[in-house]
């Protein structure tokens, strides 16, 4: 794949991923929105109960075959490989969800004391049933760098559940309109993915293949399982040391900070990482795009925190009511905490693109056991879910410190380069900032103030990054007539 084509795939992969972000994430995060509005705090709580445990079994679910899939060479690939993927995912995938049914759903039940759980936990991963049938098509439609079509099924199935779960949650299913906003959307993800790739499972298992795949593949799954703790560690000692209802104000002021975070970093990752794969051997070019990653990750993200920052309060009282007041201030905690993070945002995807899983789950190991567990069980026991979101902030600007190590000995990315590619969106948020800041206090509406601030916001990274800016839509554009001309 010649340069000139990566770059134009990726402009495009990354237009394609960002409407499927708006439409799909949008949508899914208003969701969340109307429920938190229809429910209430215990109830949130109880599903980030059953999503600890859960999750913390799922990881297990593809065994990292998926990403095993993509990174190897074209060359080096199979159609036996595609087929023994599939069939050892399905045969685990049922261990796993009989495991979940009736070995971890009575344990969650007894270690909250809340017996519901025993129902919503098998309900909810009912999904990992279909995550490995799903699991070649995915692979090979991101191998492909065939975003529009992973966008389509990625809104369509997105949309479906959330239809189902306003549905639910108005006709008073409580709970379970969230429970099945998180397992409906499978029901029409996979006759999707299977007319996308045409692709048609075979009575094939080899033992080489499977070797192939699965060397790779068990160190993303240990990445993936540390990963896990590092993302539930926080609900589970809430969860467990405090109440149902401090852990459902701790989620909300999750998914108003970290998830959209989360989602947003996915999506680049997810189109960077077969990027990474083809160019393993140009240590400068990987350092040339993972720095743009930066770049457009902080610019994306940054205006969004600077918001809760600024304008949590009177957004969440007017529009989510005082039942959620608890939940101003870790929020913009933990917003200032996913500001940070955009530093070395994206840098497992560049570790596992270049064939180093193995470096990628000795990081996560690291940081789980000496740095996240020490810290959010302090903050936990200290200062309740405030304390959780300050720890939340000082893992951060660790783990900023010690990937940026990692970074500069794999392709030679130095604390400066970081620096200077987040400098405009970090200089906008801070002008932005004190423009919203000064008008609120002053009594400024805060419907007013947003607008402004996301004006002053766009007009300095306008002002930064015209030049830029206007090359990429050039390259969007040139891409895109390429794409229909062929």
């Known amino acids: 794949m010649g340069l000139q084509n990566t770059k134009g795939k990726i402009v495009i992969g990354v237009f394609w991923n960002v409407l499927q972000l708006v439409v799909n994430k949008t949508f899914s995060f208003a969701i969340k929105l109307v429920l938190a509005k229809l429910l209430f705090p215990e109830q949130f709580g ?10 913390f079994v799922q990881v297990f679910n593809e065994l990292g075959i998926g990403a095993a899939l993509v990174q190897r060479r074209e060359e080096n690939l ?21 495991l979940i049914a009736f070995v971890v759903a009575p344990l969650a039940a007894r270690f909250y004391n809340e017996p519901m759980l025993r129902s919503l936990i098998p309900v909810l991963s009912i999904g990992v049933l279909s995550s490995p049938i799903n699991l070649v098509h995915k692979a090979q439609l991101t191998k492909q760098m065939d975003f529009k079509k992973l966008a389509f099924i990625g809104n369509a199935s997105t949309i479906f559940s959330g239809v189902v779960a306003l549905f639910l949650a108005y006709q008073g299913a409580g709970v379970w309109s969230l429970v099945f906003n998180s397992v409906a959307s499978f029901l029409i993800a996979m006759p999707l993915y299977f007319r996308a790739t045409k692709w048609v499972p075979k009575l094939i298992w080899e033992k080489e293949a499977f070797n192939d795949i699965f060397g790779f593949g068990i160190y993303t799954t240990g990445t993936s399982v540390l990963n896990n703790v590092l993302a539930n560690l926080d609900y589970l000692l809430i969860g467990k040391l405090l109440s149902a209802s401090a852990l459902g104000i701790y989620t909300f002021a999750f998914v108003l900070t970290d998830t959209f975070r989360n989602q947003f970093t996915v999506m680049m990752n997810k189109v960077m990482y077969p990027v990474y794969g083809k160019h393993q051997d140009d240590p400068a070019l990987l350092k040339k795009y993972y720095l743009k990653v930066v770049t457009y990750n902080s610019l994306v993200i940054y205006p969004f925190m600077v918001l809760l920052i600024t304008l949590g309060e009177p957004l969440i009282l007017n529009f989510f009511g005082s039942k959620w007041q608890e939940s101003i201030v870790p929020m913009k905690i933990l917003a200032l905490s996913v500001m940070i993070h955009m530093l070395v945002s994206g840098h497992s995807s560049l570790l596992r693109g270049q064939g180093m899983p193995k470096l990628e789950m000795k990081l996560q190991f690291f940081k789980a056991i000496f740095l996240y567990v020490p810290l959010i069980t302090l903050g936990v026991y200290s200062y309740g879910i405030v304390g959780v979101a300050w720890a939340c902030v000082a893992y951060k600007v660790l783990e900023v410190i010690l990937i940026q190590y990692y970074l500069k000995k794999v392709v030679g990315i130095f604390p400066r380069d970081l620096i200077t590619h987040i400098k405009a969106p970090l200089i906008a948020s801070i002008v932005s900032f004190g423009i919203t800041f000064l008008l609120y206090r002053e009594g400024v509406h805060y419907a007013v103030c947003a607008v402004v601030m996301i004006l002053s916001y766009g007009g300095v990274v306008a002002l930064l990054m015209h030049s830029e800016l206007m090359l990429q839509f050039k390259e969007l554009k040139s891409g895109r007539a390429k794409k229909q001309v062929a």
């Open 78 to 98: 199979r159609e036996a490989h595609f087929h023994t993927a599939f069939w050892t995912g399905v045969v685990w995938s049922v261990g796993i969800f009989l």
């Open 46 to 55: 109880l599903v980030g109960m059953a999503a600890v445990f859960t999750s």
